[in-house]
């Protein structure tokens, strides 16, 4: 059995404009039927168009003999996603369909142009002609989205019909093998990492209590949105909220009367992966203090309070468009500070990316701002004025020193009262002088240099086998890495903490160490070691942050797993 493919070709990164227009083909030929057994597709497609803007643009296109349009390319504020089931059965004309989508993006000149192709890498049509053209009408529209700058997913579920009707497309792009058909966790990733769509985290693990309790960290909300995610079939409730959508995977819970704690009552088979994702409406506006050389942003909502109180916030990344440049910042007590030296006086304040933290911010994020200019005088004075105090002072000491001398030269001394001669007093003060020292200069003595600062483990992995020895097939496993009282841990210490006993090859020459904002991972092996499709060559030291996921095979390329670094609060 063919393991899941999750073929993601990045043709083009290049975004030409602010609207986004995603055309997902799907596969529903009869070969689908133990690609998706659980129907899983058509669930994980509505969820992800509920996560997009209103503003974005949305086609969806399915193909088995033939291929149908089942949504014109509109923007989802003017025709809303209706759930849809997809029905599996006739052969799979995937050329037709990925070539039908591209025609469609055509004519989107200014627009960021996004294809999600699903399917199972079946090419198949009634006869062996049709079928070499549907191929060949396959590797044109890869051809033409790369000079259209058409960004193409391609997400290949595993199969296990003829395999001369499989085709990987590995000349495009590379392969990232998955254990089983998680659709939902592969355009999720999809989702926040590449687009950004606001997303707040609040649980991410295998269930075991029947109750899940929430507490929101902002006041003054508008609205919340949440999406429950399981691996299984189960049911799930909410008191004081409605639930809009209720698949077997995903169900969907809106509020417009937001309260500070939740509760969900769960209902789901053991050994059931559950996510808890949220979306959270304010309405506010930015408060703005800029100073000759930065700018502070202070997010507050309609009562004045700071959004970003709470300090679920605090060193959170989020990102600021000024000038045409995106700056990444980190909230600090509610505030960001962003540094624009260099970028002159006349500011653009273009976007605050409210979504980087999980909020929909409604209120005016745009602005033109004059820097003033540097005030140096206060600074020049103050400095004079110390200058000044320290010359008078070092004035009226030497005052007072010639002062006793000329005192000390002045006095009579009592033998000379007495008629007696002063030529003991001279030989002594001839003494005195020839034994005086001379004066040494003094030596500046080495600044002590600061010791460098040694920073400590945070967050967890997650550890999701994907090959090995035995053929058998491992849970998902996770490391705490906090409060980890070490400085350098390899892979196999690691593995072996999670109860995995079986010779990883090459894993003790894996080492992590801390660093500022993430972890540090150093390859001294001959593992095979990806990153965003990225090879870590032996040698090579990367830092990785959370959410970043990591692809390693052994050397005696028999076992292979993906390591996901994730935060222990939520994110």
């Known amino acids: 059995m063919k393991f899941l493919i999750a073929l993601i070709i ?35 497609v509505d969820w992800f168009i509920e996560n997009l803007s209103a503003d974005d643009e949305v086609g969806i296109i ?7 349009i089942l949504r014109p390319l509109s923007k989802i504020s003017e025709n809303p996603q209706k759930f849809f089931k997809i029905n599996y059965f006739g052969n799979s004309n995937a050329g037709d369909a990925i070539l039908s989508a591209v025609d469609m993006l055509t004519p989107k000149f200014n627009d960021e142009k996004i294809i999600i192709f699903i399917g199972n890498g079946e090419i198949l049509c009634e006869n062996q002609t ?22 193409v997913y391609i997400l290949n579920l595993r199969y296990n019909g003829n395999p001369e009707n499989y085709h990987s497309f590995s ?21 926040h990492n590449d687009f950004h769509t606001p997303n707040l985290n609040f649980y991410e693990e295998i269930v075991k209590e029947k109750k899940l309790s929430v507490e929101i960290p902002v006041d003054g909300a508008k609205n919340i949105k949440f999406f429950l995610i399981s691996s299984n079939p189960g049911n799930a409730t909410a008191e004081n909220i409605s639930k809009t959508f209720n698949g077997n995977f995903i169900k969907t819970f809106s509020t417009d009367s937001p309260q500070k704690n939740f509760e969900f009552a769960l209902d789901y088979p053991p050994q059931t992966a559950l996510t808890l994702d949220a979306v ?16 502070e942003i202070i997010p507050v909502d309609l009562n004045g309070e700071k959004i970003f109180s709470d300090d679920f916030f605090e060193n959170k990344n989020i990102r600021v468009k000024i000038n045409d440049k995106v700056f990444d910042e980190k909230i600090s007590d509610g505030r960001i500070e962003i540094d624009l030296s260099g970028e002159g006086k006349n500011i653009s304040l273009q976007k605050v990316f409210f979504n980087d933290v999980g909020i929909i911010f409604h209120g005016d994020d745009k602005d033109e701002i004059i820097l003033p200019e540097n005030n140096f005088l206060p600074y020049v004075l103050a400095v004079l004025a110390i200058c000044l105090i320290l010359f008078l002072a070092f004035r009226k000491k030497k005052i007072l020193e010639k002062t006793q001398e000329f005192k000390t030269l002045t006095e009579t001394p009592a033998e000379i009262s007495a008629g007696k001669s002063i030529e003991p007093h001279i030989e002594t003060a001839k003494k005195k002088i020839t034994l005086m020292p001379k004066p040494i200069k003094e030596k500046t003595l080495p600044e002590k240099i600061e010791e460098t600062k040694k920073f400590s483990f945070n967050g967890k992995f997650a550890i999701y086998f994907t090959k090995i020895a035995t053929e058998e097939e491992i849970e998902p496993r996770e490391f705490n890495l906090f409060r980890l009282n070490v400085s350098e841990i390899n892979l196999q210490e690691i593995l072996k903490s999670c109860g995995i006993e079986e010779k990883f090859v090459g894993a003790e020459n894996i080492l992590f160490t801390p660093s500022k904002r993430g972890i540090f991972l150093k390859n001294d092996s001959d593992c095979t070691i990806l990153k965003r499709n990225n090879l870590i060559a032996k040698g090579r030291q990367i830092e990785i942050f959370y959410n970043d996921s990591i692809n390693i095979e052994s050397e005696d390329e028999i076992s292979e797993f993906i390591l996901m670094y994730k935060s222990l609060k939520p994110s």
């Open 171 to 191: 000349n495009f792009a590379n392969e990232i093998p998955i254990q089983h058909a998680e659709i939902f966790t592969i355009l999720r990733t999809i989702l």
């Open 280 to 295: 959270i409406e304010v309405e506010g506006s930015l408060q703005k203090n800029p100073s000759s050389d930065s700018l």
């Open 10 to 44: 990045f043709l083009n990164f290049f975004s030409v404009g602010e609207c986004r227009d995603f055309i997902f083909v799907t596969s529903a030929g009869q070969s689908m039927n133990f690609s998706d057994p659980s129907q899983k597709v058509g669930e994980s």
């Open 62 to 68: 399915s193909f088995n003999d033939s291929v149908k």
């Open 130 to 151: 049709k079928t070499l053209q549907s191929l060949k009408n396959f590797q044109n529209a890869l051809e033409n989205a790369k000079w259209q700058n058409i960004s």
